[in-house]
């Protein structure tokens, strides 16, 4: 019996169905290296992608495809044609006659939940607007298992805090784990009240400078420019954070540097050739944690 039959969001899971997750894409490791399986021979899984996406998109396809499964990716032709009429709902309806599974993003929120409602079939959310990504949640996590710990880490948050729903999804299931996080970002980019009055466990508002010294990870994103609603708000803030090997001089020596990528001129690319650097790995976790989750909806 699969531990959930849709994955909405990151809430949908409790502590002990993370780590299953988790202890379950370790196996599957070798298998997104390369070795050879054919667990989902005869599945189809259907990519609807109603925004852009390389790592989500490519990864679920490799993940499928290693697993001896086959992918239906929807064209931004389609993509086009269904936004010129048909609803999401009815979309869902029929490549839920076609498919094993669908993974969804779209720009609005709320809209993975919508999809659910109507597939015959488990549906994934990829990334619904500002809301959730409970599949890079995951890998995340799996990330800071590997490299870092996940038990009593400290933890900061910079950047898009906002709008990244990398962070939205993430910041929920760190406190599962009591972590310690800090928050760091421009003033008009804080994490909405909401959240912080939600949740539980111990969260900061800091400067980097402060806390650069205690953390375990430091997680960057990218500032979430399509989401403004007035470019001129987004010209405000552009550019104005950046980890340089500098400003890492005073980090632990174990730090790790995390971002869900894809950057654009957050991170120095100095820092790659640093051993903080982790978000090429991290995105390579991308591949054995969504066979995990593939495999716990598709079979029974
Ligand atoms: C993120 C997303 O789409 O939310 N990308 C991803 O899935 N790796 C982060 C981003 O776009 O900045």
Redesign the pocket.
């Known amino acids: 019996m699969a531990r959930f039959r849709h994955l909405i969001s990151i809430d949908d899971l409790s502590k002990d169905d993370i780590v299953y997750i988790l202890d379950k894409a370790e196996e599957f490791e070798d298998i997104a290296r390369g070795k050879k399986c054919n667990i989902l021979e005869g599945k189809i899984l259907a990519n609807l992608f109603f925004?852009?996406?390389?790592?989500?998109r490519m990864s679920f396809e490799v993940a499928m495809k290693r697993l001896g499964g086959e992918v239906l990716n929807m064209t931004a032709q389609e993509a086009s044609s269904i936004a010129k009429g048909e609803t999401l709902a009815d979309t869902i309806r029929v490549v839920s006659k076609y498919a094993d599974a669908i993974v969804i993003?779209h720009p609005l929120e709320g809209s993975a939940r919508l999809a659910a409602e109507f597939s015959e079939v488990p549906v994934i959310n990829?990334?619904d607007g500002a809301g959730q990504?409970p599949t890079?949640t995951l890998l995340d996590l799996y990330t800071i298992r590997k490299e870092s710990k996940l038990e009593g880490l400290k933890i900061a948050l910079m950047g898009?805090l906002k709008y990244?729903?990398?962070v939205h999804s993430l910041i929920k299931a760190l406190t599962l784990f009591d972590a310690k996080i800090y928050l760091i970002s421009p003033e008009s980019l804080r994490l909405p009240e909401e959240f912080l009055e939600e949740l539980e466990g111990d969260i900061e508002i800091a400067n980097l400078e402060d806390v650069i010294g205690e953390i375990d990870v430091l997680y960057v994103?990218?500032i979430?420019k399509e989401r403004f609603p007035d470019e001129e708000e987004y010209r405000k803030v552009a550019g104005s954070y950046k980890i340089t090997p500098e400003v890492l001089k005073d980090a632990k020596d174990d730090l790790i540097v995390m971002h869900?990528?894809?950057r654009v001129d957050e991170i120095d690319p100095r820092v790659d050739r640093t051993k903080h650097a982790k978000y090429f790995d991290q995105?390579f976790y991308?591949v054995p944690v969504r066979m995990a989750i593939l495999t716990e909806v598709m079979l029974d």
Do not use: N, V
Not at 51 to 56: D, G, L, Q, V
């Open positions: 925004e852009p996406s390389t790592r989500t993003r990829a990334g990504h890079q898009d990244s729903r990398t994103t990218r979430q869900p990528l894809p995105a991308g």
